[in-house]
């Protein structure tokens, strides 16, 4: 067996953690004005974002609310922007999410 090394840079400036698919509930306003609402799967999160994964398309720019736990009374809410949504092969979208300096 060889030893294989990689000299592929991490280009993360935080710590991420994988979400295993965990549902959050997510709040946007579209580009009609109507305030959406969603339970999405939050794919990763780190403290200078999330990456989700949802149905629908969000437009980047898009300001949103990623709220964890709603149910629960010590719910946590997190205000971002949508700075990437791309559609995967099927059919769903990776939505990233930058949070608002002061959110973290």
Sequence with gaps: ?????????DRRQSFRLDMEKELVDIVWTDSAG??????????DFSRGGL??????????????VVIFKAAN??????????????????????IALRLDENAQ
């Design 1 to 9: 067996m060889s030893d294989i090394t990689s000299n592929e840079e």
């Design 34 to 43: 109507v305030e959406r609402q969603k339970k999405i799967a939050c794919l």
């Design 51 to 64: 990456k989700i994964d949802c149905d629908q398309a969000i437009e980047p720019q898009s300001q949103a």
């Design 73 to 94: 009374p010590n719910s946590q809410k997190l205000h971002g922007r949508v700075i990437r949504c791309i559609k995967q092969d099927n059919g769903w979208f990776e």
